[in-house]
């Protein structure tokens, strides 16, 4: 029962990092021959896991984000719904001790929907970057601003194949345990 005790203590500790949830409240896209606006913004939920630090200032974290709800566009009568996941690299610089700028840089993959379609659709993931800065409310809790770009290539079973950009500007929540 001790040793039990003691790995649930060691692995408790080694599990640190933030979560957060990301609303994009203002995502667009841009395919061949469209650049237009979802009509609604996706709902994220991720976590970043800190492996490296220099000093106060700097730091390196590596993360994840899945979408809960997915960007919507109103085509007709239809929806085309297009969600997403990533993999991303995340350097931090603190301006102060309650404020920071990020940047990410990672791969984003997703999946391409449009109902009533008789035709099913691939997509292959590509590069997304984000910036943004952070505010720290207290020692756990902190919002912020972001803005990224990922693109993607979907792929028609009938053959076709879109470049498919999206960008978004994002308001986020975080809790950093």
Known sequence: MKK???LLTVFSLSFSGTVYMMYDASSDWEATAVDDDFDSGALKVGYNHPVWSCGEN???SV?????LSPSVYEVGTDDLEFSTYSLYLLPMYKL????????????????YDLENSTSSY????G???GLGVHYKV??????????GSAS???QENAGASNDFDTTSMSLFGTYSF
């Open 58 to 60: 700097m730091s390196l």
């Open 152 to 154: 993607y290539e979907v």
């Open 122 to 125: 691939d997509v292959d993931g």
């Open 4 to 6: 039990m005790l003691l």
């Open 127 to 129: 590069m997304s970057w």
């Open 138 to 147: 207290s020692d756990a809790w902190g919002l912020g601003l972001g803005y």
């Open 63 to 67: 993360g994840a984000n899945l979408t």
């Open 96 to 111: 102060s001790d309650t404020m920071g700028l990020w940047m990410t840089l990672g791969y984003s993959a997703g999946d």
